[in-house]
DNA sequence: GGTCTCGATTGAAACGTTTTAGAAGCTTCT
DNA sequence: AGAAGCTTCTAAAACGTTTCAATCGAGACC
């Protein structure tokens, strides 16, 4: 139980408490010789500094919180990856939320954060309810929205333009003789569900579009629209998945039941995870720039904490791309 | 900047603080009639509670640490998703940390985990040096093996079988009339791969075994492997991946060349992630129970933080399951 | 009526930092 | 020689909780 404190090690190097909290803190108010005494002294007793003492005396904590909509989904494990990267290099801790895309698990983690106090939150939010984050806004906690545009100037967000994305899934499965389409979602409150039907529609310029709305983004779910799909008799010429999780399971499915791909339905995804590369028939996708969405939202919320004075407001946007694979040739 | 603190509510409430923090923390102290009235004080304040000050003065936070190898491989974000079930559900917060495979990365990550004095830590270790593990328990950090088994009996671990694994993927691969095989795997530094070698030797008995060690687990160097099988010209009758991300990187680099899977070269894998079932050619692999595995050692790791008194350490072992799809059949 | 016990509540002292005002020691200027 | 201005360091007061001994009332018992 080694309670190897500042003041102990003040002691140890012959100087004050705050001595050894300006050696910590702000190097360069400490005369060189002191300060490597008091350095050796920290190495010696193996002293690692209270974060929660600290804190709570400072105001503000070195720790910033995660809210995403699904961990099992690669597209936000390469965001997280991005996020982490950068957090650890700053010295920042980062701590990993997951709603699960459930409205009130999401609050409950916010408010687990914000008993953390922690200095700011990155959040792709599960709806467009803006009242948890002023919530967390009024508590000092700067937020930054991820995969997610902000519908206000007063605040960070980084996004990918799923309008165009959708609009240019849809107009490549057109152009490869596709009259039917199938659009395969996930829940239509989710904004990118909802982003990516309009653009399919702009690409149709009024023409239908089948919609096939399950409560899940999972292989699992892909695999039921599938069968849904099946059970009505008629399929269509081609489908354009909402992610490619689902766009996996509605592979299987159709491939379980005989149905060719892409000879019979053309199948196109969303987000261009490594796997969709290396599926059955190789997947067609859109693009997103994942790990620089997590890396740059990091930066953009680091910069907000570290420098409030300076700082500007950025609204991100970046632009998807279409990769064209086996599953629409 | 709202600053209701506990004293606030104790004021509005009419009592003292530290009535306040027994409704928080010891209701059943406090009789019902007031109870009532400082939880609605709390309610009409909108009162958080401060973490920080909490864990100074009560000694220890209500949050822990977990540290992976590869957050970008399926099988830790099953992990993680187990892992944060069960302390969402308890109360704790998850901080995450990647080790990437790095030693220093690792200790730098357990650093700050210490700072933020989480109350535990689980750990899949990237190697098999107990100081970094010892320094976290003398500072009174509760330390869980993931996917590890532990060396000593005075702590927990949870982990699957991997000789076990290693040894049922070969014999799987000898029944099917395969003499020639080939281990693919990451760093033999890492204990997981040389277990699921020392399986296969066993399945072998005696008979040899081409080893190609990769210096990471991604899909990038399955295809290296691949590639540097393909260019020494004789390829082996079968390949054991150390993991299913190698072999989807193996399978693509075969399929590339015109290598049939599994005609000319049958495939396993190993942790039998989602994906596995929906690659190209369906992947044969050992299955672990990942999600099972996060959950278990996350309620080892609260039952040791909550019941001190009580907790008996221990070390369980899953075991694997072998899955046969396409690529053996 | 006095003493005891018991439950509910209070008051004040921590917890380990950071921060601020200011003391102490030097150098430089007048 | 004294004032002024630095730099370097110290002492003490916070930060918002939790905890523990002490207090207060209200029944119960003799």
Same sequence: chains 1, 2.
Avoid: W
């Avoid at 890396?295 to 632009?319: K, S, V, W, Y």
């Amino acid at each position: 139980m080694s309670a190897a404190g500042i003041r102990q090690v003040a002691e140890h190097a012959g100087v004050s408490p705050g001595t050894v909290s300006n050696v910590l803190n702000r190097p360069e108010k400490v005369s060189p010789s002191t300060r490597a005494r008091v350095e050796a002294s920290i190495r010696e007793l193996g002293f690692v500094r209270h974060g929660s003492a600290s804190t709570l005396r400072a105001g503000h904590s070195t720790t910033i919180g995660l809210s995403v909509i699904d961990i099992g989904n690669p597209f936000f494990t390469d965001v997280t990856a991005g996020v982490e990267d950068v957090a650890s290099d700053r010295g920042y801790a980062v701590i990993l939320s997951n709603s699960a895309g459930s409205r009130s698990k999401e609050e409950r983690n916010l408010l687990v954060l914000a008993e953390q106090r922690v200095r700011g939150v990155l959040i792709t939010p599960s709806d467009d309810s803006p009242e948890p984050l002023d919530r967390l806004r009024e508590r000092g906690i700067h937020v930054v929205l991820v995969d997610h545009p902000a519908h206000r100037p007063d605040q960070c967000s980084v996004a990918v333009n799923d309008v165009v994305g959708g609009q240019t899934a849809v107009a490549h499965l057109l152009s490869g003789g596709a009259r039917d389409i199938a659009y395969v979602t996930g829940p239509l409150t989710m904004r990118q569900c909802l982003d990516r039907r309009a653009g399919a529609g702009r690409a149709l310029r009024g023409r239908p579009l089948r919609v096939v709305e399950m409560p899940a983004m999972t292989p699992r779910a892909g695999q039921q629209a599938a069968e849904k799909l099946l059970s009505e008799g008629d399929l269509p010429d081609a489908v354009f998945c909402a992610n490619d999780l689902l766009a996996l399971g509605m592979l299987r499915g159709l491939m379980h039941a005989g149905v060719r791909v892409p000879d019979d339905v053309a199948l196109i995804g969303y987000d261009d995870i490594d796997f969709a590369a290396a599926s059955a028939v190789s997947l067609t996708s859109i693009r997103q720039p994942t790990y620089q969405l997590g890396r740059t939202a990091a930066e953009l919320l680091l910069d907000e904490c570290d420098n409030p004075g300076t700082h500007a407001h950025q609204q991100i946007m970046f632009q998807p791309e279409l990769v064209v694979r086996e599953s629409t040739r």
